[in-house]
């Protein structure tokens, strides 16, 4: 599968990488910021073609390649990249836990606030975590544009994966995104998202919508594993992504189990 290159703004260029799934809709997107100097944010999976196609649409010299976190699908393709441009790697390394891509190796890990400076652009570290604890936003401030990695998709909520995933932080993220001055967002995946404001006050109500029914679910059920909670909860999800959805559903119950909202004994959860 192959995409065209779209510019999205005058700053802003979009190609979508050729892997596309379950997690990842029709494919991971890499953007290039910036016109005489660029930024290339996301280059995806280590994958030949994409690669290709990333040099081949970078008209001018990549000073800089921006990784928003460290999932098999944003950040492997960083290391041939920038054996191809010379561009210096900004982005934070992989925790140690399971499903993240160790090998990256970032040559500054930048602090919440720092700015990676292109000549006519400038692009804000925003220190992200919740989808992943090492997440980034990257705020192009002349455009008021954040590309969101999958702390904001698309077409779809993120999945929180504990134990690196965490739905407090997530929650945390997103309400300080809202307080940004937005004009767009730049997703992972799928579709550039022209309405920041009621985007993410969706995203922060369907997440509360979800833990709701996590306690309604809870208290009817007495008591049981995560397992029967799970079809409860998620009954108006296809029972093909039940396994996809039984990860966010655990960042509810730990979320919850926090609060003194839950508990959970021999793999038992109950309302408290």
């Not at 919740?130 to 590309?147: D, P, T």
């Given at each position: 599968m192959s995409f065209p290159v779209l510019q999205l703004s005058p700053r802003i260029r979009r190609l979508v990488a050729p892997n596309p799934g379950p997690f990842t809709g029709e494919g991971t997107n890499t953007y290039i910021v910036g016109t005489q100097e660029l930024a290339v944010i996301d280059p995806g999976p280590a994958d030949a073609s994409h690669l290709e196609a990333i040099v081949a649409a970078c008209d001018a010299p990549v000073a800089w390649i921006l990784v928003t976190h460290t999932h098999a699908d944003h950040s492997p393709g960083a290391k041939a990249l920038r054996e191809r441009t010379g561009a210096l790697v900004v982005g934070r390394r992989a925790p140690e836990v399971p499903r993240q891509d160790r090998?990256?190796?970032?040559?500054?890990?930048?602090?919440?606030?720092?700015?990676?400076?292109?000549?006519?652009?400038?692009?804000?570290?925003?220190?992200?975590?919740?989808?992943?604890?090492?997440?980034?936003?990257?705020?192009?401030?002349?455009?008021?544009?954040?590309?969101?990695?999958?702390?904001?998709?698309?077409?779809?909520?993120?999945?929180?994966?504990?134990?690196?995933?965490?739905?407090?932080?997530?929650?945390?993220?997103?309400?300080?995104?809202?307080?940004?001055?937005?004009?767009?967002?730049?997703?992972?995946?799928?579709?550039?998202?022209?309405?920041?404001?009621?985007?993410?006050a969706g995203l922060v109500s369907h997440r509360l919508r979800r833990e709701a029914r996590v306690v309604e679910q809870l208290l009817a059920m007495g008591e049981g594993p995560l397992e029967a909670l799970l079809p409860r909860v998620y009954e108006d999800v296809p029972a093909s992504l039940h396994e996809i959805a039984r990860h966010t559903l655990l960042a509810h119950l730990i979320k919850l189990e926090r609060e003194g909202r839950a508990s959970c004994e021999a793999a038992s959860w109950r309302a408290t």
């Open positions: 090998r990256f190796r970032p040559d500054t890990e930048p602090t919440d606030g720092e700015r990676v400076v292109l000549e006519g652009a400038s692009l804000r570290c925003l220190e992200t975590p919740g989808h992943a604890s090492n997440h980034l936003c990257f705020l192009l401030e002349e455009e008021r544009v954040l590309f969101t990695g999958d702390h904001v998709l698309g077409d779809v909520t993120p999945v929180i994966v504990p134990p690196d995933g965490d739905m407090v932080d997530y929650l945390a993220s997103l309400a300080r995104l809202q307080a940004l001055d937005l004009a767009a967002l730049a997703p992972g995946h799928g579709p550039l998202l022209p309405n920041p404001a009621a985007t993410l």
